[in-house]
């Protein structure tokens, strides 16, 4: 399990000077996209490291494309692995989806729910955790329309990759409700499928509402009170996890975002008091 917890923040250099300044203590780790950072300049790497060596950090890879049909980037592998070595960072997750087709395409797409995407996800998610000699944690991905070919539900898929990968699963609740509105289920019907064991890492946002029935996963906006609602479900549900606050659009000075890291606190202090 992840040597953190409590509620944490996305680190976007939009906050580094204040952040560098005095980091509130409502903010118990942060979360990086090694992307981001690796190969960076060497000033950049010092302001890093500066926080690495004093706080909790995950990794969230954009990249892998875990169900993607190119063979796995092995030299990015080798550098997330070193990344998360130099920086003693105790877990990585990544989406359960695809974004690259002969280069990145910039947006997650969703994996068909068939017998032979499990095999070719679960196998790709092997190789990872065999280079990384650790256990990742899966996202649960947004998606608006769903692939022509599906064999079955989206959590029968999920569970099974989980199993049959034995990986961890990072928990993202606003894309359950995301999905939830767009594709007309019960969210908390939806969590009660999926396996308690196996949450390790949670994730909350904001989203956009383009119409009633379609919304829209953009991190770029407040979190809505059924999302907090789904939120405190979870906890009732799984028990507290390390939770962190998405922002990656529109982003405000850190202290418009504190009152939402606060209100994470403030859930998981009412399931462990």
């Not at 250099?13 to 780790?29: G, K």
């Not at 995407?117 to 790709?124: D, G, N, P, Q, S």
Request: hydrophobic share 40%; charged share 20%; aromatic share 10%.
């Amino acid at each position: 399990m992840p040597r953190f917890y409590g509620a944490g923040l996305g680190l976007r250099r939009d906050h580094l000077a204040t952040l560098e300044t005095h980091v509130p203590d409502c903010i118990r780790f942060f979360e990086i996209a090694p992307e981001n950072w690796i190969g960076t300049d060497k000033t950049s790497s010092q302001r890093l490291r500066a926080f690495t060596e004093r706080f909790p950090f995950v990794c969230h890879g954009l990249s892998l494309s875990l169900g993607g049909l190119n063979p796995l980037n092995l030299d990015l592998l080798g550098k997330l692995k070193q990344f998360i070595r130099d920086h003693q960072i105790p877990l990585y997750t990544e989406h359960l989806s695809w974004c690259s087709d002969h280069g990145q395409l910039y947006d997650l797409l969703p994996i068909p729910f068939t017998e032979d995407a499990i095999k070719h996800t679960v196998a790709r998610i092997r190789q990872v955790q065999d280079v990384l000699g650790e256990r990742i944690g899966i996202e649960n991905a947004s998606f608006y329309l769903q692939a022509p070919i599906s064999e079955m539900d989206e959590t029968t898929f999920i569970n099974a990759v989980l199993e049959e990968a034995d990986c961890l699963l990072h928990l993202d609740v606003n894309n359950v409700y995301v999905n939830s509105v767009n594709h007309a289920y019960d969210p908390c019907a939806f969590l009660r499928q999926l396996p308690k064991e196996r949450v390790v890492y949670l994730h909350m946002a904001g989203h956009y509402q383009q119409e009633p029935n379609l919304l829209i996963d953009t991190h770029g906006a407040a979190i809505i009170d059924p999302v907090w609602d789904l939120l405190d479900f979870t906890y009732a549900q799984f028990g507290v996890h390390p939770t962190l606050l998405e922002r990656d659009y529109n982003i405000p000075p850190l202290e418009e975002l504190l009152p939402e890291v606060e209100q994470i606190a403030h859930l998981q202090r009412k399931y462990t008091a």
